[in-house]
C-alpha cells in the first residue's frame, strides 16, 4: 500500500512539473512584442539580442584604436551577460555590481527619435534612462526619504544632469515601488520630452551634454538603461526614429 502510494505521489509530481514547465514555455511564447504602429520593439521578450555591454563614454571611446575597443567590447559584454537576463519576458537586473559599469545599452545607435518603455523598482531603487548614451532621465523610489535631499520627492523623469536648462519634472507621476511605469520619451535635436503614466513630466527641455559641457548633446548614440546596485526591471521598449522630413514639420 505504501509503495503504491509512493508511485502515485511521484506520478502526480512528475505531472505537475509538466505542466508548469508547459506554462512557462506558453509564457515565453506569449512573450512576443507588441509595438505601437511604426514602432519597432528593442527588446524581444526573450534574450539580450540587440544589447551590448557598456564601454566608458563617447567621450572615452573615441580615444581607444579599434583593437582596443574591440577588446574592450567583448570584456563588457561578458560582465553584462553575468547580471542582466530575462525573466518573464522583462529584462532584470540583479542588483549586483558596481553602479553603471553595467548599463546595458542598444547594439545600435540613434539619432531623433521616440521611445515607450515600461520600468519597475522597489524599494531604495535608483535606475535612469541614458539619451544617445548620455545620463538621463531618472527613475528612483520617490517615497524613499534618503533621496529627498536630491530631489527625489518632486518624482521620476528630471534630467537629472542639467545644470543650465530645467532639472526637475513638472509633476510627480510615480506608481508605487513594485509596480510598473511608463515612459513616453521625445528626442529631437537636443530637446527632450518625457511623459511618465501618460502625465507630462518634461516639456521640450534642452537636455546638456553630461560628458562634455562645452559642447551640446551628442548628435547620436545608443539608449543605456543604467544600474545603480538594485534590483530593476525593464520591458516594452518600443522606439520609432524620426526621419528628417518629419522634424522640419
Not at 502526480?12 to 514547465?21: D, N, V
Not at 515565453?28 to 563614454?57: C, H
Not at 510615480?174 to 527632450?192: A, C
Request: proline share 4%.
Amino acid at each position: 500500500m505504501n509503495t503504491k502510494l509512493a508511485l502515485t505521489r511521484f506520478v502526480l509530481t512528475l505531472f505537475l512539473g509538466i505542466l508548469l514547465c508547459a506554462g512557462s514555455l506558453h509564457a515565453q511564447e506569449n512573450a512576443e512584442p507588441r509595438p505601437p504602429e511604426g514602432f519597432t520593439a528593442l527588446f524581444n521578450g526573450k534574450n539580450l539580442s540587440g544589447w551590448k555591454g557598456l564601454v566608458g563614454n563617447p567621450e572615452t571611446r573615441t580615444q581607444m584604436s579599434d583593437t582596443e575597443l574591440a577588446v574592450a567590447r567583448k570584456e563588457a559584454n561578458q560582465r553584462m551577460r553575468k547580471h542582466w537576463k530575462v525573466v518573464d519576458g522583462a529584462l532584470e537586473f540583479d542588483g549586483e555590481g558596481k553602479n553603471t559599469t553595467l548599463n546595458l545599452c542598444t547594439a545600435k545607435e540613434y539619432g531623433d527619435f521616440e521611445l515607450y518603455i515600461d520600468w519597475k523598482i522597489l524599494k531604495a531603487g535608483d535606475t535612469g534612462i541614458y539619451l544617445r548614451g548620455s545620463p538621463q532621465i531618472q527613475i528612483w523610489d520617490t517615497s524613499f526619504e534618503d533621496y529627498w535631499k536630491n530631489g527625489a520627492d518632486q518624482g521620476s523623469g528630471a534630467i537629472w544632469n542639467n545644470k543650465k536648462n530645467p532639472r526637475f519634472p513638472l509633476v510627480k507621476a510615480d506608481k508605487p515601488v513594485g509596480e510598473w511605469n511608463t515612459f513616453f520619451i521625445r528626442m529631437v535635436g537636443s530637446r527632450v520630452t518625457v511623459k511618465l503614466n501618460d502625465k507630462l513630466v518634461v516639456d521640450d527641455v534642452v537636455m546638456e551634454n553630461f560628458w562634455n559641457r562645452t559642447q551640446p548633446i551628442y548628435a547620436r548614440g545608443s539608449i543605456e538603461l543604467q544600474n545603480h546596485s538594485n534590483l530593476i526591471w525593464f520591458r516594452n521598449i518600443y522606439l520609432r526614429e524620426i526621419p528628417a522630413a518629419e522634424e522640419s514639420r
